[in-house]
Structure formats: structure tokens, C-alpha cells
């Protein structure tokens, strides 16, 4: 294992018209709260806004949030997104209200985590940890 000083740095992201952020805030706590710096970017952000944020903070993975069941078409535009702007090495996780059905469509997408309500803090946070890792290496997932 290599150590390295490099904190891990993420944002958290709300996608569309979903106004309901409590989750989403539990999450960047939880990561902070291990060490990550983190960035929220607010509620009711379109795809290109959550890429561009993510570019600019110079991020190694971002968390979405939906509980709107929009995830179909925003997870899958901040992926685009990201992939038009160079940054196609920006890991993207969710989670949400997501039916089973739905993931592996969204594992299809580009999304390389998806989290349910009840997911332990511990498995998200290793997740986080995991894609952090591997875009500083370089390696896919």
C-alpha cells in the first residue's frame, strides 16, 4: 500500500428539480467526518453544473443524490457531461430511492456505486475511498 498525504476530495451533487437533501448532507458529513474535503453543491443542479463544479474543484469522485426518480436521465447526463468536458476520469457514484431494476442501467452508464436507503455509512465511505484511489492511479473500475 503507498501511502500519500493527497486528502481525499469529492463533491456531493443534486441533480434536477429533487429538493429533499437531508441525505445527501449526511453523506458529505460522513466523508468529512473520515477525512475527505468536501464539496456540496446545493440542491436543483443541472448535469453541467455538477461537472463543471466537479472539474473546477478538481475533484476525484462525485456523489449524486435523487430521491425524484429522475436518476434514469441525471446520473447518466453528469457522466455525459463530464465525458464532454475531458473529465471522463471523474468516478460518479449515487444514491437514493433507486429501484434494483434500475442499476444495473445505471451501472451501464458510467455510475460504478449505487447506494440504497439503510446502505451502511461504512460501505459508502469505502466506496468513496476505493474511487479516489483509482482515479489518482489511473486504473478502471
Do not use: W
Not at 47 to 74: F, K, M, W, Y
Not at 95 to 107: F, H, R, Y
Amino acid at each position: 500500500m503507498t501511502y500519500t498525504t493527497q486528502k481525499n476530495r469529492v463533491l456531493i451533487g443534486k441533480a434536477g428539480l429533487d429538493g429533499h437533501d437531508r441525505g445527501a448532507k449526511v453523506i458529505a458529513r460522513a466523508l468529512r467526518d473520515h477525512g475527505f474535503e468536501v464539496i456540496y453543491t446545493g440542491i436543483r443542479r443541472t448535469p453541467e453544473e455538477i461537472a463543471a463544479a466537479a472539474i473546477q474543484e478538481d475533484v476525484a469522485a462525485i456523489g449524486l443524490s435523487s430521491l425524484s426518480g429522475a436518476h434514469l436521465r441525471l446520473f447518466p447526463a453528469v457522466v455525459e457531461a463530464l465525458r464532454r468536458a475531458g473529465a471522463g476520469d471523474i468516478r460518479v457514484l449515487g444514491g437514493g430511492v433507486i429501484p434494483a431494476e434500475d442499476i444495473p442501467l445505471l451501472q451501464e452508464a458510467g455510475i460504478i456505486e449505487i447506494f440504497t436507503p439503510g446502505t451502511p455509512l461504512e460501505r459508502i465511505i469505502a466506496a468513496f475511498t476505493e474511487a479516489c484511489a483509482s482515479h489518482r492511479s489511473g486504473r478502471s473500475l
